[in-house]
């Protein structure tokens, strides 16, 4: 029912920027808290930020916290990541989801099919 596609990887240097974005149809996207996760080759899934449904509350992972930033902008049905101050360590598949209805609260119900960010030293 909801789609959800990431856009905005590539291959970046440290200390480098990317701008990801997850464009949703299929739903009611101003009423989902959404999130982004990454994974890493070998790695298991990994957290990386939320928003709630307003935009108003925001929540990351300690190793992205201040560098950062998930934002929302809901009448074009899609949420960002910037990505600052990049480090080897965050290369990954990253993928946006939806925490909708259909599983209950605190559930990620629907998922991107994720876009490849790497980073170079």
């Known amino acids: 029912q909801v789609q959800l596609v990431e856009s905005g990887g590539g291959l970046v240097q440290a200390g480098g920027s990317l701008r990801l974005s997850c464009a949703a149809s299929?739903?009611?996207?101003?009423?989902?808290?959404m999130g982004w996760f990454r994974q890493a080759p070998g790695k298991e899934r990994e957290f990386v930020a939320r928003?709630?449904?307003?935009?108003?509350?925001?929540y990351y992972t300690d190793s992205v916290k201040g560098r950062f930033t998930i934002s929302r902008d809901n009448a074009k049905n899609t949420v960002y990541l910037q990505m600052n101050s990049l480090k080897p360590a965050d290369t990954a598949a990253y993928y946006c989801?939806?925490?909708?209805?259909?599983?209950?609260?605190?559930?990620?119900?629907?998922w991107g099919q994720g876009t490849q960010v790497t980073v170079s030293s």
């Open positions: 928003i709630s449904a307003s935009g108003t509350y925001t």
């Open positions: 989801a939806a925490d909708t209805p259909k599983l209950g609260f605190g559930n990620y119900d629907y």
């Open positions: 299929g739903g009611t996207f101003s009423r989902y808290v």
